[in-house]
């Protein structure tokens, strides 16, 4: 499985390894108490695979679980390791987030990747254009191994990195998950957030 070259790997238990890279890129017009100017921390989260979950976690229901958790945690002030995040409102869903969170999620398990850097060398910004989504500011999370939604962004919050991405004033969201049983994690989510330009 290939990692990320300018990753940052901590070994924080046996079950849980962090990789935190710069992701986030906001333009000019983002938010100033979103993520600081320039390239900031998003960040991939792996842990090692949990059991087998039922028929509670179909893929419609699992994904709009996540949007559920995530506004929920949007909706109070909260701490993000050292720095003071205040309430945000809810993100919606995009379908053009949607797809390009979806798509990335299952190629990774597919090829058997953690990174937030495709094969082809695309980043989430390419990603989230190329599906026709004309971004001002976005923000990636990335996680694998987590078997739940809740598992998922409560890994999520939890890390700095991954908090103030999810904490950032963006508008829109899209919820990927991609599962194969032979790939080193078997699940892997992604979450991508953005805002739009709109045209005048």
Do not use: K
């Not at 990753?7 to 986030?24: D, K, M, N, R």
């Not at 949007?67 to 205040?86: D, F, I």
């Not at 923000?139 to 987590?146: H, L, R, S, T």
């Amino acid at each position: 499985m290939s990692r990320p070259p300018a990753a940052l790997v901590l070994l924080l238990s046996p079950l849980l390894l962090v990789a935190l890279l710069a992701l986030v890129t906001p333009t000019a017009g983002a938010a100033p108490d979103g993520p600081a100017t320039g390239p900031t921390s998003g960040a991939g989260l792996a842990a090692t695979p949990g059991p087998a979950v039922g028929r509670a976690a179909r893929p419609a229901a699992r994904l709009g679980r996540v949007l559920a958790l995530v506004n929920e945690a949007r909706s109070e002030a909260r701490r993000c390791g050292r720095v003071r995040h205040g309430a945000v409102p809810p993100l919606a869903r995009d379908v053009r987030l949607d797809r390009a969170a979806g798509r990335f999620a299952r190629l990774m398990a597919r090829r058997d990747f953690f990174s937030h850097q495709s094969p082809d060398g695309s980043d989430a910004g390419d990603r989230i254009r190329r599906e026709g989504y004309r971004w001002t500011s976005y923000g990636e999370n990335i996680a694998a191994g987590q078997a739940t939604p809740a598992s998922v962004v409560r890994a999520w919050l939890g890390s700095p990195g991954h908090c103030a991405v999810i904490m950032s004033r963006f508008h829109e969201i899209g919820i990927g998950y991609g599962y194969r049983a032979e790939a080193t994690y078997q699940r892997y989510w992604v979450l991508d957030l953005a805002s739009r330009r709109v045209r005048p």
